[in-house]
């Protein structure tokens, strides 16, 4: 069993930046891929980030060149960067915890960033 806890949601003026944070306990992080949804009112649940157990990499396309995912697997911690964020970028933002080989899919409960002046 994985849990996972985000924080560094908030609310940012467009152009502004956030950190969001995923921590991991009770299972073996650094086999895990982690990824970052997010989900605006009346829409449904979209990919944004996912960062393999090797460190892959992939990005929606309206994210890329402004969103970066990290993980630091000493810490049990993936990141996403969101840099000159826009109002269309407002919505609950996922952690998730993926290891197919095993069927294991987790999700944390949601923070909410609001893009706003």
């Known amino acids: 069993q994985v849990q996972l806890v985000e924080s560094g949601g908030g609310l940012v003026q467009p152009g502004g930046s956030l950190r969001l944070s995923c921590t991991a306990s009770?299972?073996?992080?650094?086999?895990?891929?982690m990824g970052w949804y997010r989900q605006a009112p009346g829409k449904q649940r979209e990919l944004v980030a996912v960062?393999?157990?090797?460190?892959?990499?992939n990005y929606a396309d309206s994210v890329k060149g402004r969103f970066t995912i990290s993980r630091d697997n000493a810490k049990n911690t993936v990141y996403l960067q969101m840099n000159s964020l826009k109002p269309e970028d407002t919505a609950v933002y996922y952690c998730?915890?993926?290891?197919?080989?095993?069927?294991?899919?987790?999700w944390g409960q949601g923070t909410q960033v609001t893009v706003s002046s």
């Open positions: 998730n915890a993926k290891r197919i080989t095993v069927q294991h899919n987790y």
């Open positions: 009770g299972s073996i992080f650094r086999l895990y891929t």
């Open positions: 960062i393999g157990s090797g460190g892959s990499m």
